[in-house]
Structures are given as C-alpha cells and as structure tokens.
C-alpha cells in the first residue's frame, strides 16, 4: 500500500516530467544516456526501480564521473515510460534541459 505523500510525489515528479518533455529537452534509453554522459551535455538522469543492476551502477558510475545528478524514479520502466507520454517502457530518461520545469532545482534541494 502506498502512503497519501508517497503517491503526491510521485504525482509531482510526474508532472515535471511530463512539462520537461513538452517544454524541455530529454532523450531515452540507456545508450543514449551514456552518449550524452561521455559529451557532458545531460543535467540530470532518471532510472526506474526495476532497471537491471548492472546497468544501474554503470549509468551512477558514469554520471559520477561527468558531475551530473542521479534520480532514482520511484516507479517501474513501464510507469516511466508513461509519464513521458510514451506507450512504450523506457528505464533511463536523460535530460538535457529543462524547459519551464523546476525539476533541477528541486532535485538538488
């Protein structure tokens, strides 16, 4: 059973996902993550819980690496991919730039 502020947010971080899609700039998937990780051009990478574990420490490694913020998103691959507004799962969201979202500036409070 999920908690009342638990699902608020999870809500909320679905919200400013869904304006940094419309508003901003993102890419998904795993090898475009580390794509834009080796340019230095992400701001801020999102995995879904169920992502495997092998592939979870690389991108944490990699994101170490180039100084860039790590969220763990609380749902699936398959929640993810929705609140992209994609009918597909996708467990690595990277974005570029934010657009009208505070979704960095949260991130980092």
Do not use: W
């Amino acid at each position: 059973m999920v908690s009342k502020k638990q699902q608020k947010q999870q809500d909320s971080m679905n919200s400013r996902i869904k304006l940094v899609m419309k508003s901003g700039k993102a890419i998904l998937g795993y090898k475009q993550c580390l794509k834009s990780l080796r340019k230095g051009k992400a701001k801020m990478i999102m995995i879904a819980s169920n992502a495997p574990p092998l592939r979870k420490s690389e991108l944490e490694y990699m994101a170490m690496l180039g100084r860039t913020h790590v969220h763990h998103y609380a749902g699936d691959n398959t929640s993810l991919g929705t609140a992209c507004g994609k009918l597909f799962n996708c467990s690595v969201l990277t974005i570029l730039d934010a657009g009208d979202s505070d979704i960095l500036a949260s991130m980092k409070e």
